[in-house]
Nanobody, 124 residues
């Protein structure tokens, strides 16, 4: 069982940066693929970024590639989403997710564990 707690969301202006954190419980964190997804009001939950267990492989959606960076610290049981040059269309609730399936996973249904979400609002 893994529990995930996101933090770091907030209200920022376009062009600003934020770093989201996802703290995980459990001794086997380092074996989990980690992902970030986001959901805007009235829309489906979309893939943002994913990282494999070692941090050696990552994947990003086209909409955030070059602006967002996913990373992880297995000694701290935490993964991060560094977001730069934020745009109003990045406004959403951001969710951290964990999966025991290996690889970089872009499909929400492949993740077994989810955090409660953190709101990111970008004003123009």
């Amino acid at each position: 069982q893994v529990q995930l707690v996101e933090s770091g969301g907030g209200l920022v202006q376009a062009g600003d940066s934020l770093r989201l954190s996802c703290a995980a419980s459990g001794r086997t964190f380092r074996w989990y693929t980690m992902g970030w997804f986001r959901q805007a009001p009235g829309k489906e939950r979309d893939f943002v970024a994913a990282i494999n267990w070692s941090g050696g492989s990552t994947s990003y959606s086209d909409s955030v590639k070059g602006r967002f960076t996913i990373s992880r610290d297995n000694t701290e049981n935490t993964n991060y989403l560094q977001m730069k040059n934020l745009k109003p269309e990045d406004t959403a609730v951001y969710y951290c997710a964990a999966s025991y399936t290996q690889g970089v996973l872009t499909t929400p249904s492949l993740y077994e564990y989810w955090g409660q979400g953190t709101q990111v609002t970008v004003s123009s």
